[in-house]
């Protein structure tokens, strides 16, 4: 029996079944033109041979055979022309269109092909080529087959072709009419409309279990309660400010807010981190305005982590200076500021400067003597979303506040640094190490907090133990929400999925609820943005997919419910999403869908994870050797520095000075300052990332070679290999070139419905240990590492409702990198490997999905991604002495400590790990517990029961009081000159050839 006489049978049953209306599942029986039995061994003969699984009304056909494929094509013409009778050819057509429904090829181009099957030829359908910069070879784009007539046909048929994926054929029935078409007609489709809203959040919980496609997706239901509103007595205020807040409805003040006014008063630096909607924005906007009211020449500075935050703020501020009575006096100064408004602003200070820490460090500080006005009478520094500031961007911000308040003092200011945070674990420390001066915390809230219902909602199994699409679930709660008007945020983890989710939604809602839902995500204009917040706040879009770009205090009003596509990443990050939805005493819905990562799962298994754990750590080091040779060439150029400026620049400075200086980066003055002897040091100093070396990203479309950003060099490894796929402001482009002296990676646009992930070796040495820790058959380790990587081939990677599918790798030929950090080790014993080799345990497979899995739970201990970490298992390493172990570390170059909070709570850690492979219900491990995103290997030969195994031995012996040894205070590196720490080893050398890693880095 062919592939295609057993799809021809099922194509026919299902054309059949769309004319019987909505109900036509529950009613296959009833087929008058295809028995039953017929159907029956259709679908069984398909499913032994794994080419199809039913999913609801959905038939997914997997075809591995492209002839068999068009066949197919060819076949579905004909049985539509058999079931429906003869139709004019201009009635029928076939269109072709991109992943996105998008149509990449007019109708025209095939009109032949129906017409010459209509006409009673068996032409065979051949692929056609779509010219531009995806059409044909390596990369050439997938195409969607949509077989429809007039429009009006209920039946929706796709065929999804591509030589190096799994080849798909869909056939869906769409809903039609509940009477059925009267005789003659075809029915029009119908589509998901509007229904009855639900008068409870319980109720419309209940009305999901109630549908046909759950499965107990609902894990864990928590109720969180409601809290009322705590009020204090009201502080000695300016009259105008109690006035301004009458109007505004902020009057009286809740508990915190009074908190803030008192420590302002006492001239304490201070940070607020208490929840969103928690009326944070008062507890800076008072105390700015008292000193404007009570010295008519203060000034004040806002610091936001984004453009668009800045903007949200301004309009807040105008608003209140409204309430106030006086004439506004507040401006944005960033990338967006013009010329023409930049000069307005130097000319004449506004009151109030909103701008960013990129600004302040490339446009402000070099220029300082045109600010004096402003730095001198500087009174207060906000630092709004201050969580933002962590790892290295965090640690690159820290060290550009030190060079402002050493600027202030200069100009005889000492400005007071008022902090927002969300919740995390530490946020008096971090707030002190980032702006190095103390800080007293406010954290306990006395906003009024509504009832609030949290859902984990875990993606069911399949029947081979996997789970399915976790997007298919995002889709469908979407669409549910809308339809019963739960207006809604739907977080995803990527904009790319942002747009799909809201598409797959759009296609299956009705055309009036359809223009209710959008999204949002970075790469919009300021005026779209502008737009989409102002839909959500007054409630005419009942639906938005957004990526983390409106997880910040962006003010977007009350909303009844947010869905998180996946853990985003932090307890703290959850709780900032999660507490977009509900204002005041309004009750909310929030619904966490699980990945298939080892972290969503461990929240899956251990609610209490989520619900009780503090949140994580924030963590940054603005010793980064890297980054103070980086900085002190800038705070140089801005005013000499001093050997006795170690209470801003740390301890070591001297060195670090000398260093630079023997570089000839800096000059020795003759008082013993150190001048700056390069032009524009703020240049070359990219402080969102550790590396000096850059990689120009150049559009060379029609030969215009236009800059659209850049990346820096180990990065550019990874994300513009030739092959790969770059996103730049919601556009993809395809990179044809990387030029290594050129600096240069030469792209070109592409509508591409697929990206691309990098793979990479990994060796590893000890540098410098700092602390260690030993048992009788375990040693853990921390200190300085070097680590040398080489990208060595890429896959491309497809998303669908049906989860991600990944083609096969492609080989590259590029340098070798080399990283100095901060990392930690494990080295085992022979013990620990005789053990597992008595349970007949392969040990390299379980060393090997142990790293996974610790890489990706570290994150529940400090803020961070699995991008911002490294790992690599081995089954013998020289710097272990031969013996088995395993490594993480910093992907920053010096280390931002969060590695550190690894080896600092590694009980934790490992038991973590055990919890969550042990609990996993997959047979031989999958992306829930011990499969990696970065794996070079691509996850073959793990032993997840191996895994488990060696995860519990490695906690049991940590139990045990182990034997410490602290080698010597943290190193003073000094950075010679200033070449990059990352530059690639010697690019003629052979490939590496230590003991193979585990480790790609997308």
Request: with cysteine; glycine share 8%; aromatic share 6%.
């Amino acid at each position: 029996m062919s592939e295609v006489a057993p799809a021809v049978a099922l194509l026919r049953t299902i054309q059949t079944l769309h004319q019987k209306g909505p109900q036509a599942k529950l009613e296959l029986a009833h087929a008058a033109d295809v028995p039953l039995g017929q159907v029956k061994e259709a679908l069984d003969h398909l499913q032994r041979m794994r080419l199809v699984v039913p999913q609801g009304d959905l038939f997914v056909l997997q075809l591995t055979d492209n002839d068999a494929i068009f066949a197919l094509v060819q076949e579905v013409i004909l049985c539509l022309l058999e079931v429906l009778g003869p139709l004019p050819p201009k009635d029928l057509s076939l269109c072709v269109t991109d992943l996105l429904g998008e149509e990449v090829l007019g109708v025209g181009k095939v009109q032949g092909v129906a017409q010459a099957v209509a006409n009673g030829k068996r032409t065979a359908l051949r692929r056609t080529s779509v010219g531009g910069g995806g059409g044909s070879g390596r990369h050439g784009r997938d195409f969607y087959y949509l077989l429809k007539q007039s429009d009006e046909l209920g039946l929706r048929l796709r065929l999804y072709d591509n030589a190096r994926m799994r080849s798909q054929w869909r056939a869906r029935i769409l809903p039609t009419h509940q009477e059925g078409p009267a005789e003659g007609e075809v029915a029009a489709p119908t589509f998901e409309g509007p229904a009855e809203p639900f008068p409870t959040i319980a109720a419309f919980l209940d009305h999901l279990q109630k549908m046909p496609t759950y499965r107990g997706q609902m894990v864990h239901v928590r109720q969180l309660p409601q809290r009322s509103a705590q009020f204090a007595e009201t502080p000695e205020l300016h009259p105008a400010l109690i006035s301004a807040m009458h109007k505004g409805g902020t009057w009286p003040l809740y508990t915190h807010q009074a908190a803030a006014l008192r420590l302002h008063r006492e001239h304490h630096n201070f940070v607020v981190a208490t929840p969103n909607a928690s009326g944070k924005t008062l507890c800076y906007t008072l105390p700015i305005f008292t000193d404007l009211l009570a010295d008519p020449s203060a000034h004040a500075l806002y610091l936001t982590p984004t453009k668009a935050l800045a903007q949200d703020q301004l309009q807040r501020l105008f608003a209140f200076w409204d309430h106030l009575g006086g004439r506004s006096s507040a401006a944005t100064f960033d990338g967006d500021t013009t010329p023409e408004s930049r000069k307005r602003i130097l000319a004449d200070f506004p009151k109030i400067i909103l701008s960013n820490p990129d600004e302040l460090h490339f446009g402000i500080l070099p220029t300082h003597g045109k600010w004096a006005p402003f730095l001198s009478h500087l009174s207060v520094v906000v630092l709004d979303e201050m969580h933002i500031y962590q790892g290295v961007f965090g640690s690159h911000v820290s060290l550009v506040l030190r060079r402002l308040r050493r600027l202030c003092a200069h100009y005889g200011a000492t400005p007071l640094f008022i902090g927002a945070s969300a919740t995390i674990a530490n946020p008096g420390e971090f707030a002190s190490t980032l702006a190095g001066v103390p800080f007293e915390v406010i954290s306990d809230s006395g906003a009024p907090v509504g009832p609030k219902t949290l859902v984990l909602w875990n993606p069911p199994l399949d029947e081979e133990g996997a789970r399915t699409s976790s997007y298919t679930e995002g889709v469908l709660l979407f669409k549910e929400h809308v339809k019963h008007h739960v207006t809604n945020l739907t977080f995803t983890k990527a904009r790319r999925i942002a747009e799909l989710v809201l598409r797959w939604a759009k296609a299956d809602l009705s055309p009036e609820l359809a223009e209710q839902v959008a999204s949002y995500r970075a790469g919009y204009s300021p005026r779209e943005r502008r737009a989409l917040e102002q839909g959500i706040l007054s409630g005419k879009l009942l639906g938005v997919t957004a990526t983390n770009a409106l997880e910040l205090g962006i003010d977007i009003g009350g909303l009844d419910a947010t869905i998180l596509i996946g853990y985003p990443g932090t307890i703290a990050s959850t709780w900032q999403q999660a507490n977009r939805a509900g204002r005041g005493d309004k009750e909310a819905l929030v619904t966490l869908i699980a990945l298939s990562d080892p972290l969503d799962q461990s929240l899956m298994e251990d609610p209490e994870r989520l619900f009780a754990s503090a949140p994580e750590r924030a963590v940054i080091d603005p010793r980064n050797p890297y980054l103070l040779a980086d900085h002190l060439p800038c705070a140089a150029a801005e005013l000499p520095v001093t050997t006795s400026e170690e209470t801003l620049f740390g301890e070591g400075l001297t060195i670090h000075l000398e260093a630079l200086a023997t570089s000839d980066v800096l000059t020795r003055k003759r008082d013993g300052s150190f001048g700056c002897t390069a032009k524009a040091p703020h240049r070359r100093v990219a402080i969102r990332s550790t590396s000096r070396s850059r990689i120009k990203i150049v559009d060379v479309t029609r030969g215009r070679d236009r800059e659209i950003g850049e990346v820096d060099r180990p990065r550019a490894f990874r994300e513009t290999h030739p092959g790969a796929i770059y996103l730049h402001q919601g556009e993809t482009y395809l990179v044809r070139e990387l030029v290594l002296k050129a600096r240069c990676a030469y792209v070109e646009p592409i509508e591409a419905d697929y990206y691309t992930e990098a793979y990479q070796s990994t060796e590893l040495e000890i540098i410098a240990p700092l602390e260690e820790a030993r048992w009788p058959q375990l040693e853990v380790g921390f200190g300085d590492v070097e680590v040398v990587e080489q990208v060595r081939s890429y896959v491309m990677v497809r998303d669908s409702k049906e989860g991600p599918a990944v083609s096969q790798p492609e080989p590259l030929h590029l340098p070798a990198t080399r990283l100095r950090t901060k990392g930690m080790w494990l080295r085992l014993g022979g013990g620990l490997r005789d053990a597992l080799s008595a349970t007949d345990r392969d040990f390299e497979g379980s060393l090997q999905a142990l790293e996974h899995a610790t890489s990706a739970l570290l994150p529940l201990f400090a803020i961070c991604g699995r991008h911002d970490l490294g790992g690599a298992a081995f089954s013998a390493h020289k710097a272990l002495a031969g013996a088995p172990g395993l490594f993480l570390f910093d992907n920053a170059a010096g280390g931002v400590g969060l590695v550190e909070q690894g080896y600092l709570q590694l009980p934790a850690l490992l038991s973590a790990v055990h919890r969550t492979i042990a609990a996993c219900p997959c047979a031989k491990g999958c992306p829930s517990c011990v499969h990696s995103p970065f794996s070079r290997v691509r996850n073959e030969g793990l032993d997840k029961a191996g895994a488990a195994q060696l995860a519990a031995l490695l906690v049991a012996t940590l139990a045990t009081p182990p034997e410490r040894r602290e080698h010597h205070e943290r190193p003073i590196v000094a950075a010679e000159g200033t070449s990059s720490s990352e530059e690639p080893a010697d690019e003629g050398a052979a490939p590496p050839t230590a003991p193979d890693a585990s480790r790609g880095e997308p």
